[in-house]
């Protein structure tokens, strides 16, 4: 087995677990491990679903949201993206309920780029990372968190200005432009 399977060159031994707190989008739980200099402590893990992140781009323009965050006590514009408090059996599917409730958005190509962890120092959560085309728009259908989003259209030149002059901070939108880049470079 080697290292991205979980278990080669795992350093840590986990000795208990024990739930701290649940709600409906999480779980935070407290390991005692061992590690394998001989030290115990302790890791605090958040569980989380899986979520997805879209990347609408359409003849030279990309979709965006806004909404406030309030971990940072700010509005951020970022792609969007987002779960749904379940397991994930269909990460396309996923993937297509978020650009509508977010966007109104229905794409005609949807095109798999490739799976990241969110901040993994601390969650664990993957998020499945896709290419929306062909869109057509239709109405949105926001949760109750989100009621204060707003949709933005911009050119990619302005999107990639946005988030090298530090307008957009979102590491997961960053990341998601990063695979699209390299994913658009090899085709």
């Known amino acids: 087995?080697?290292?991205?399977?979980?278990?080669?060159?795992?350093?840590?031994t986990t000795l208990s677990t024990r739930e701290i707190y649940r709600n409906r989008w999480l779980c935070l739980r407290e390991d005692r491990i061992l590690r394998s200099n001989g030290k115990e402590g302790i890791y605090s893990v958040v569980d989380k679903d899986e979520c997805a992140i879209i990347l609408p781009i359409e003849r030279?323009?990309?979709?965006?949201?806004?909404?406030?965050?309030?971990?940072?006590?700010?509005?951020?514009l970022e792609l969007?993206?987002?779960?749904?408090?379940?397991?994930?059996?269909?990460?396309?599917?996923?993937?297509r309920?978020?650009?509508?409730?977010?966007?109104?958005?229905?794409a005609a190509q949807m095109t798999y780029l490739g799976v990241l962890w969110i901040a993994?120092?601390?969650?664990?959560q993957k998020q499945h990372v896709f290419l929306a085309?062909?869109?057509?728009?239709?109405a949105t259908?926001?949760?109750?968190?989100?009621?204060?989003?707003?949709?933005h259209s911009m050119s990619v030149a302005e999107f990639e200005q946005?988030?090298?002059?530090?307008?957009?901070?979102?590491?997961?939108?960053?990341?998601?432009?990063?695979?699209?880049?390299?994913?658009?470079?090899?085709?």
Do not use: C
Not at 163 to 186: E, F, N, P
């Open 1 to 12: 087995m080697n290292s991205a399977d979980g278990e080669a060159g795992q350093s840590i």
């Open 60 to 76: 030279d323009r990309v979709w965006l949201v806004e909404q406030f965050r309030y971990t940072i006590q700010e509005r951020a």
């Open 80 to 95: 969007p993206q987002g779960g749904w408090e379940m397991g994930v059996e269909d990460p396309e599917e996923l993937a």
């Open 97 to 106: 309920g978020e650009l509508k409730e977010e966007t109104g958005l229905q």
């Open 120 to 124: 993994y120092g601390f969650t664990r």
């Open 133 to 138: 085309t062909g869109l057509t728009a239709t």
């Open 141 to 151: 259908d926001p949760d109750e968190e989100e009621h204060d989003l707003t949709l």
């Open 162 to 187: 946005k988030m090298l002059d530090g307008t957009i901070r979102d590491a997961s939108t960053l990341a998601a432009w990063g695979l699209y880049l390299m994913w658009k470079a090899r085709r």
